[in-house]
């Protein structure tokens, strides 16, 4: 991280030009330096039972001597703060005023937020920092929350259609009479504690260290200057948990809980493209999840900022495109090998870190889980959460375009409870022509 002291400055430009009277960065510090250590930045233990001896994530950048983290807060949104600042609209020194801006539902603290292997790739003292860290809110440390909870209702067509069809009921206290659906949702920013990341993924901290900082083009030098800060926040996208029924419910292990962990999918999740089963999926999804919750369960909806399996847009449109145009078409016997042409990897999503949203709401015991997904399924029961059942889409909700994907899934281990196509059968499931 680099600190840039603004001052005005007469900047002599370039031979030949006017003297011009500039805001211009004059003075820039690098956190880097050793001397960047400040006895006034406050250690995190992670996995301290005790949030005052956790200590808060400190990532402002307003004082610099308070932080113990790499990076800053807000995610992928960090870089549009910065050209905020960079225009002249944002105040740098912002403080923000978290008056009245607390949790609408209350949950935890549990086991697994002081099991120091069990989270880590959020902050599980997020929210309620006024609770877990006031006396250092008093004492005048700019802490921020990365996790923020509050109330909604959804209005979803597909959701208004089983209604009309019968398959959903208005019930005034889930379902509303104007047949939407009552939720809590949970923003949460990513915090990565370094040490547990790398044990998850099975390499050396140092390595993982060196790799981030080369991958993202040095971005933060201090992931290979300084081994004493642990935490980095990551400037990617967040997650949002949807809860339908009672927040603390979700830590009951007899409540029954039905739920899916789903991946960003723009093109299907917002505009409908009819590729793949992604829509299909969520919205079956929310409407088990209303269902459960009407039964007296507990539904929970995960969304994952990976968009097209962590490999972007762009890779996925190319991706898209080979598939269509490759001899033969797009078949579902090829579908995995195109993708791993363009992107160098079939999937980037690392399932592994995904479980940590469902150990921080305190799930244990999972009674329906509405994913095909092998990955996911593996992540979820090798960090100790049990599943029950395992819910495929029903086969009326898939798109005809979205056959090659479905059936490359279940060719490649996906679950499915329906027929697992190999050779000629898995060749001969098409996709459209690319000008269809
Ligand atoms: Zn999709």
């Known amino acids: 991280m680099i600190f840039i002291n603004q001052s005005e400055t007469k900047m002599n430009k370039d031979k ?16 880097s330096h050793s001397n960047q250590i400040f006895k006034e930045s406050i250690p995190i233990n992670w996995g301290e039972k005790d949030p005052k001896k956790r200590g808060p994530v400190i990532a402002t950048i307003s004082e610099k001597e308070n932080r113990n983290a790499i990076g800053s807060h807000s995610g992928s949104y960090t870089v549009y703060r910065a050209l ?10 912002h403080k923000p005023d978290l008056h009245n801006t607390e949790v609408t539902n209350k949950f935890g603290p549990y086991d697994s937020w002081y099991e120091p292997d069990r989270i880590v790739s959020m902050d599980p003292w997020g929210a309620n920092i006024k609770e877990y860290f006031g006396e250092y809110l008093e004492k005048g440390y700019n802490i921020h929350p990365t996790v923020a909870v509050t109330q909604a209702r959804l209005s979803i067509p597909e959701i208004k259609e089983a209604i009309d069809k019968g398959r959903l009921q208005v019930d005034g206290k889930i379902v509303t009479q104007a047949k939407d659906i009552k939720v809590t949702k949970v923003a949460i920013e990513p915090v990565w504690f370094l040490p547990g990341m790398a044990k998850r993924l099975n390499i050396e901290e140092g390595e993982l260290r060196k790799i981030l900082f080369q991958e993202t083009g040095g971005m933060f030098p201090e992931l290979v200057t300084r081994p004493d800060l642990k935490v980095l926040l990551p400037p990617i996208g967040s997650t949002t948990a949807y809860i339908f029924g009672n927040i603390e419910d979700l830590a009951n292990p007899e409540v029954e809980l039905t739920c899916r962990v789903h991946d960003e999918c723009n093109g299907s999740d917002v505009f409908g493209s009819d590729i793949c089963t992604c829509r299909p999926y969520l919205t079956h999804g929310i409407e088990e999840a209303t269902k459960t919750a009407q039964k007296g369960g507990v539904g929970l909806i995960v969304y994952y900022r990976k968009e097209g399996r962590s490999l972007g847009e762009v890779t996925k449109f190319l ?11 797009d078949s579902a016997a090829t579908y995995f090998h195109r993708t791993e042409c363009v992107a160098g990897v079939q999937d980037a999503r690392f399932q592994e870190f995904m479980p940590d949203v469902l ?40 798109p005809q375009d979205a056959m090659v994907e479905m059936e490359a899934k279940k060719a490649a281990g996906y679950f499915t409870e329906g027929e697992v196509k190999t050779g000629d059968k898995l060749t001969n499931v098409k996709g459209r022509e690319i000008e269809e």
Do not use: C, W
């Open 319 to 329: 991706v898209y495109n080979a598939r269509k145009r490759q001899e033969g078409g």
């Open 359 to 398: 150990n921080y709401l305190g799930v244990k015991r999972i009674h329906n889980l509405l994913s095909m997904s092998d990955m996911k399924y593996n992540a979820i029961t090798s960090n100790g959460i049990e599943v029950v059942n395992r819910v495929s889409i029903p086969e009326d909700l898939i």
């Open 84 to 93: 905020s600042i960079a225009s002249g609209a944002f105040p740098q020194d």
């Open 16 to 31: 030949g030009t006017n003297m011009t009277e500039h805001k211009k960065a004059s003075h820039v510090v690098l956190t």
